[in-house]
């Protein structure tokens, strides 16, 4: 049975903004803002986050953003969107994303294995996501 995450919004002007949690190891974080970012290839963890948790790098990844080409540490850990959606041994990029209020950017990588709709309506926006 495919698993859900639904969220609504009531601005459609807002950013898909959700919680995630993030475990590496035994450590499990508790809930982090995590924006939903269709124009990232990758997953994104803040810095900060990456360095709490003493995760080892496992390679290095060039990405463009708006100030050019920079390479980033790649990392796995586990995310999960909800309890049910887990993404265990997650690659992911370290980051510095926290200046924009956000502890995760969930990408494309993500993003492209459910189904990703938004739904607006009278009452606002409506985000969905379905994996399989």
Do not use: C
Not at 70 to 77: G, I, P, V
């Amino acid at each position: 049975m495919p698993k859900k995450l639904i969220a609504k919004f009531y601005d459609p002007s807002e950013h898909i903004v959700t919680k995630v949690v993030i475990r590496y190891g035994q450590v499990v974080l508790p809930p982090i803002d995590a924006l939903w970012d269709t124009g990232a290839t990758q997953t994104l963890v803040a810095e900060e986050i990456i360095d709490r948790l003493h995760i080892p790098p496992q390679g290095k990844s060039n990405m463009s953003i708006l100030s050019g080409i920079n390479q980033y540490s790649e990392h796995l850990l586990d995310i999960f969107l909800s309890d049910d959606l887990p993404f265990i041994a997650q690659r992911v990029l370290r980051a510095p994303v926290a200046h924009q209020g956000y502890g995760v950017v969930i990408g494309m990588d993500i993003i492209s294995q459910g189904h990703f709709h938004i739904i607006l309506d009278d009452e606002g926006k409506t985000f969905e996501y379905e994996y399989k």
